[in-house]
């Protein structure tokens, strides 16, 4: 198998790489004066089981554009099968029509990665399960479960947790955390007035005196996950944490979470780390390579990947 990344989140791939043991392949990803993207691939693909590594974070087209013309690149070298590993897949949030006249982008992307050359995806705590169906290729959806589970065990260990959903959609998630650990489950039912702002309404379960997990999947303005923190500390919780996958923390997002009453926010390294968030005081990175690196051998040998989870 070879493993091939864009500019997007080089150090996931390096970490990828360094779990199977496999260099990376020397690639060419870059820029003519107008920006156009231009790839050249410097070793011999063909007949090869090739992985692209290509979060498509910030920012978003170029780094889709990446991956699509990386693709396709890859599909003219004569590659056996090419695997899109995308550890955050952009425009999941738009994954149905929210009003007259607005577009299935979710869709739109699938189309555009299958028709650039791709047999098959690996994704991470996609958005919405379903977009898994706006694929004509077979999609494999990790979980980052496991490794929160395995933190939150080592960081709260003996303390009266209690797992909390920051909204009414994140119920399952939280919900299968909370039975790994056998913990409660609370829910936070928030009102949203229009897109970026939210208001807390109400908490479903018992939370004083307690300490709470907020589980989410995407957090981009922060705005829900620290009204959530804000909430549950009013309650009378003793402390409040989040474990979230794709910190996409936009704009003023990392200064919200610093003076919120949040004391540490865990995101997985599917989107890389910028600035503001390395030096922040109680954000921190958990790393989803080995569980990523796993999932692509298992690929590469045809062997179950679901048994992961198990």
Request: hydrophobic share 45%; aromatic share 4%; proline share 4%.
């Amino acid at each position: 198998m070879k493993i091939i990344t864009g500019n997007s989140n080089r150090p996931i791939a390096e970490a990828i790489a360094a779990y199977l043991n496999l260099p990376l392949t020397k690639a060419s990803v870059r820029r003519f004066a107008d920006m156009e993207v231009f790839v050249e691939i410097h070793e011999n693909v063909r007949g090869e089981d090739v992985f692209v590594v290509q979060s498509t974070s910030y920012p978003a087209n170029d780094n889709l554009m990446e991956l699509l013309v990386t693709l396709d690149a890859l599909r003219r070298g004569s590659a056996r099968r090419v695997t899109a590993v995308l550890p955050y897949f952009g425009y999941a949030r738009q994954d149905r029509k929210s009003g007259p006249r607005t577009p299935i982008s979710a869709k739109l992307v699938a189309n555009m990665i299958t028709a650039a050359g791709a047999d098959r995806v690996l994704t991470m705590d996609l958005h919405a399960g379903q977009i898994q169906g706006f694929f004509d290729i077979p999609v494999d959806n990790l979980v980052a479960a496991p490794v929160f589970v395995n933190d939150i065990k080592e960081k709260f260990a003996g303390r009266d947790l209690v797992i909390v959903s920051p909204d009414v959609g994140g119920v399952v998630r939280a919900r299968s955390i909370a039975r790994r650990l056998d913990a409660d489950l609370a829910i936070v039912d928030k009102r949203r007035e229009r897109a970026g702002v939210s208001e807390v309404m109400n908490i479903i379960g018992e939370v004083k005196g307690r300490h709470c997990v907020l589980v989410d999947d995407i957090v981009d303005s922060a705005g829900t996950l620290c009204n959530a923190a804000a909430a549950l500390i009013e309650a009378g919780a003793v402390s409040a944490s989040a474990y979230i996958t794709h910190g996409v923390l936009s704009g003023g997002a990392v200064a919200r979470v610093t003076s919120s009453p949040i004391q540490t926010l865990v995101a997985t390294d599917t989107i890389q780390a910028t600035e503001a968030v390395r030096v922040s005081h109680n954000i921190r990175q958990l790393t989803v390579a080995p569980l990523i690196g796993e999932a692509m051998r298992r690929i590469s040998e045809e062997r179950s990947v679901s048994s992961l989870f198990d």
